[in-house]
């Protein structure tokens, strides 16, 4: 079935870096559409950026300049390279897949921008 298991989440001071990780399974991975979505406290779940089977990229405006999405196809794993932090960024990152009409999540991974 399948499985998405994000990593590489964590505390990081504003101005700080990190890279979050979601490795995929269940599926043929190198086929289908990744995204990063995340979720603050009190709020919607936003689209964070996005990444075709082709390497199309979008991104929300709100991480243009900022975060780099990419995708390992022999490894089974999207990325999304988050630089120049802000307090505001702090949530739970998630990365999801649509797949024959459903939707698919991982458990999310915390990130926490704070000094």
């Known amino acids: 079935q399948v499985q998405l298991v994000e990593s590489g989440g964590g505390l990081v001071q504003p101005g700080g870096s990190l890279r979050v990780s979601c490795a995929a399974s269940?599926?043929?991975?190198?086929?289908?559409?990744m995204d990063w979505h995340r979720q603050a406290p009190g709020k919607q779940r936003e689209l964070v950026a996005g990444i075709t089977s082709g390497g199309t990229i979008t991104y929300s405006d709100f991480v243009k300049g900022r975060f780099t999405i990419s995708r390992d196809n022999a490894k089974n794993t999207v990325y999304l390279q988050m630089n120049s932090l802000k307090p505001e960024d702090t949530a739970v990152y998630y990365c999801?897949?649509?797949?024959?009409?459903?939707?698919?999540w991982g458990q999310g991974t915390q990130v926490t921008v704070s000094s």
């Open positions: 999801r897949i649509l797949r024959g009409g459903s939707h698919y």
């Open positions: 269940g599926f043929t991975f190198s086929s289908y559409y």
